[in-house]
């Protein structure tokens, strides 16, 4: 159900659209990705021969991931793709 005006459904249907707004509080997030495909900042760096700073830097390009609000991770696959096709971003 997208966004609801609950002030104009017709009365009768204000519990029913109110029940299905809380039913999606309930609905878990998708885990954060983790697992052997995911790189640290540093596991990158070495990669690329940069320092960490270039890597933060340059997430968006790489790949980054964040897997919560202070961990960044990269998918190994973007950043093959970015060794392939060079460093001059």
Same mark, same amino acid.
Request: glycine share 6%.
């Given at each position: 159900?997208?966004?609801?005006?609950?002030?104009?459904?017709?009365?009768?249907?204000?519990?029913?659209?109110?029940?299905?707004?809380?039913a999606?509080?309930?609905?878990?997030?998708?885990?954060?990705?983790?697992?052997?495909? =995911?790189?640290? &900042?540093?596991?990158?760096?070495q990669? @690329?021969?940069?320092?960490?700073?270039? !890597?933060? $830097?340059?997430? #968006?390009? =790489?790949g980054? &991931?964040?897997?919560?609000?202070?961990? @960044?991770?990269?998918?190994?696959?973007? !950043?093959? $793709?970015?060794? #392939?096709?060079?460093?001059?971003?």
């Amino acid at each position: 159900m997208p966004n609801v005006d609950l002030d104009a459904l017709p009365i009768e249907r204000v519990p029913a659209a109110i029940a299905q707004l809380a039913a999606r509080l309930l609905i878990t997030p998708a885990p954060a990705p983790t697992g052997p495909d =995911l790189l640290t &900042v540093e596991e990158v760096a070495q990669l @690329l021969k940069v320092g960490p700073r270039y !890597v933060y $830097r340059h997430q #968006k390009v =790489l790949g980054g &991931v964040r897997v919560s609000d202070r961990k @960044l991770r990269f998918r190994r696959s973007v !950043v093959r $793709r970015y060794l #392939k096709g060079g460093k001059d971003e």
